[in-house]
């Protein structure tokens, strides 16, 4: 017994001692390693954390301290990142499970700081981005998918080669806890990223997409297509500040409603553009106009004689359909092909819906929301109408937007759920 109690007091001066290297090493990471307890276990066959105890078998820590302490170092890295990157419920699919094993290793490999770097990392680096590639971003699902082709020897070299933890005790939800230690972490990182030179470009990659806020696309609709926000002709009621830091802090959200009108307009327009140089995008946007569509009717706005221009273009205006009754909605979706397939420039709608609004076709402009993939020229001139551009981006690309625009990204998954 005294033999186990020395073991387990030796083990647990090394992870001390390696907790405060890391903590050294990767500032990021100081307030996730001090809210983790740390803990020794005779018997724990492979580490793991749960996202409040990182357990470890002393034998095992005195083993890895011996031929390499940062092993040690690593292995509480490794279980840290985890948790700041928000990996939940492990162990359903081992695919999934390898891809975060991947990312993790990857990002510390990145940053290849002196306490966490071991051996074997050109061979790591080299494997990851060859699947991240081939997945495009370094998104877990994405990276699984991937993986699922590899060959069976291939796998079991790479689970020999990225497996440091047990992922079962992992928690099947993430805490606020970590939500904030991951965006504190952000911060963080962003603040001094130059320190850290370009290694740092992965880690904030990887923590852009943990943090990417999980829009409820639905109710951005809901709210954008039924809330009157006529800022500009009300900005002495309006904290105009604060709806536009909330635009710019969360995700271009609007913190709060604009005030409501009493003198509700009879006939009200709304204009749905789709981007149609994209090629895979029909289901998307079938998808996002029945969802446009349920929003306007269950609003009401049906009754009072709303009109729905839905808008095809790529770099030219390609069809305007007018959509006023749920039958006109219907006949639109029966038929639906997108036309297109040129280059992408969100101008000529504006122009077009600018010219329709001069002439008189559309009264009581409500808002334009412009459905796309990808990056298209912007107009230079804020619109007289609240426009919302909603990208379309499985890669979780960052999208840059006029201050004037509001901005969602959803992914493909999001639409057909
Ligand atoms: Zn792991």
Redesign the pocket.
């Known amino acids: 017994m005294v033999a186990t109690t020395d073991l387990s007091e030796a083990a647990s001066a090394v992870l001390s001692n390696c907790g405060s290297d890391l903590c050294l090493d990767l500032r990021f990471l100081t307030r996730a390693v001090l809210s983790l307890e740390v803990r020794t276990v005779p018997g724990t066959v492979s580490p793991w954390c749960d996202g409040g105890t990182m357990v470890l078998d002393p034998e095992a820590v005195i083993g890895m301290f011996r031929t390499d302490p940062r092993l040690v170092t690593r292995t509480m890295a ?1 279980m840290a990142l ?1 948790c700041i990157l928000g990996h939940t419920g492990g162990g359903d699919d081992p695919m999934v499970e390898l891809a ?2 991947m990312v ?1 290793e990857y990002v510390l490999d990145s940053l290849d700081s002196p306490h966490t770097s071991v051996d074997g990392r050109d061979e790591r680096m080299y494997t990851c981005e060859r699947i991240f590639r081939r997945a495009g971003a370094p998104v877990t699902d994405l990276v699984a998918e991937q993986l699922r082709n590899v060959s069976r020897w291939q796998m079991d070299d790479m689970l020999r080669t990225f ?3 047990d ?1 079962s005790r992992h928690p099947v939800s993430v805490s606020p806890m970590w939500d904030d230690l991951s965006k504190q972490a952000m911060t963080e990182v962003e603040a001094f990223s130059r320190n850290l030179e370009d290694r740092s470009g992965m880690l904030m990659d990887v923590l852009r997409i943990r943090n990417r806020r999980r829009y409820d696309y639905r109710s951005f609709l809901r709210r954008f297509m039924t809330t009157r926000s006529r800022i500009r002709e009300n900005l002495d009621e309006f904290d105009h500040i604060y709806y536009t830091y909330g635009m710019s802090v969360y995700g271009n959200i609007p913190l709060i409603d604009s005030l409501e009108y009493s003198d509700t307009p009879a006939v009200e327009g709304f204009v749905i553009a789709v981007d149609t140089s994209g090629s895979t995008m029909r289901g998307p946007v079938m998808r996002f106009l029945e969802e446009a569509f349920e929003v306007l009717r269950l609003s009401g706005l049906g009754r009072g004689g709303a009109e729905l221009h839905v808008i095809q273009c790529d770099d030219e205006v390609r069809s305007d359909v007018t959509v006023r009754s749920e039958g006109d909605m219907r006949r639109l979706m029966a038929g639906f092909e997108l036309v297109g397939g040129g280059g992408t420039d969100f101008r000529p709608v504006f122009d077009h819906v600018d010219s329709l609004v001069a002439d008189g076709t559309i009264r009581n402009l409500r808002g334009l929301m412009y459905f796309t993939d990808g990056m298209g020229t912007f107009p230079t001139r804020r619109p007289d109408y609240d426009t919302a551009f909603v990208f379309c981006d499985d890669m979780c690309a960052e999208h840059a937007v006029p201050p004037w625009a509001m901005r969602i990204v959803v992914r493909t998954g999001d639409l057909i759920d």
């Open positions: 490794h985890h975060r094993d993790v497996t440091r933890d992922h």
